[in-house]
């Protein structure tokens, strides 16, 4: 054995660590107490002789050594990781998905349980993240992400292209036909200031005409998925994006304001490690997203 062979709670924390940029939220992930990964982290800095993290005021760093070191042992950790699943009998049949909460609420919710009717035997757990944290989770099995990833461990197939268009509820025009979109000044604007969305506004102004528009009163949303709920309330004009929004507006329960599409270059994707690619449960799950959103 080498010399120099961690402990392999210790690589976790380390893992946890390095991805999060947090003391905390390793410790939050690992169900540890923020000392416990605090000494961790120390004792392997002492067993490899090199300090893996750049400690300042209000967060921490890799070193070049910790970066090298984290791009070394991910691999190892994902095809461990990989191997007792496939084994593991207690594991062996649960899917863990991570989805953007929006996604997850208005698309795949109400349809999983034709999967489940087909695919009884698979366990199923969903983990709601945020936009910015879509490629940060590593403890799943398939992601639902939205925009472009690029990592060279991981598989993604594309689901759909999007459009983004504002979407009100019905009774906040009072009747009023189409609006113009200088008409925007008159009502509230609701925001998500989510990264992968926080731009659709001004993107949608200037595409929707050649003239600029001032908002006079704005709400903002640490995700779209609360923004559209907010409209669907009354409580104000959203951006939706058409996955997102086409069932509220086939029940009525959201209108689009102006006839105007933006079509976006982004969408949604399913991934996974490549590791996983032949994994049964992963391959009957990202099959059946193909067919049904894509």
Known sequence: ???????????????????????????????????????????????????????????????????????????????????SDRVSNTRGDRLQITCLTAFAVKCLLPALCDFQREHPDIELRLTPVGGADRTSHFDFDVGIWYGVNTMPDVDVYSLSTDEVFPVCNPALLGGDKLLHPRDLKRHTILRSVSPIVEDDWSAWVQHACNEPV????????????????????????????????????????LIEPFAVHLPVDVGYHIAHRKEKADMPKVRLFREWMMARFS
């Open 214 to 253: 001032t908002f006079n009163k704005e709400m903002s949303f640490n995700g779209l998925f609360l923004a559209l709920e907010a409209a669907i309330n009354g409580l104000g004009i959203c951006m939706g994006r058409s996955r997102l929004v086409q069932d509220a507006l086939n029940s009525g329960h």
């Open 1 to 83: 054995m080498p010399k120099h062979f961690p402990k392999l709670n210790t690589l976790r924390a380390f893992e946890a660590t390095a991805r999060h940029l947090s003391f905390t939220r390793a410790a939050s992930e690992l169900h540890l107490t923020q000392t416990a990964i605090s000494h961790q982290i120390k004792e392997l800095e002492r067993m490899l002789a090199t300090q893996l993290f750049e400690r300042r005021q209000n967060n921490i760093a890799l070193t070049e050594s910790g970066f090298d070191y984290l791009e070394s042992i991910r691999p190892a950790l994902a095809m461990i990781g990989a191997a």
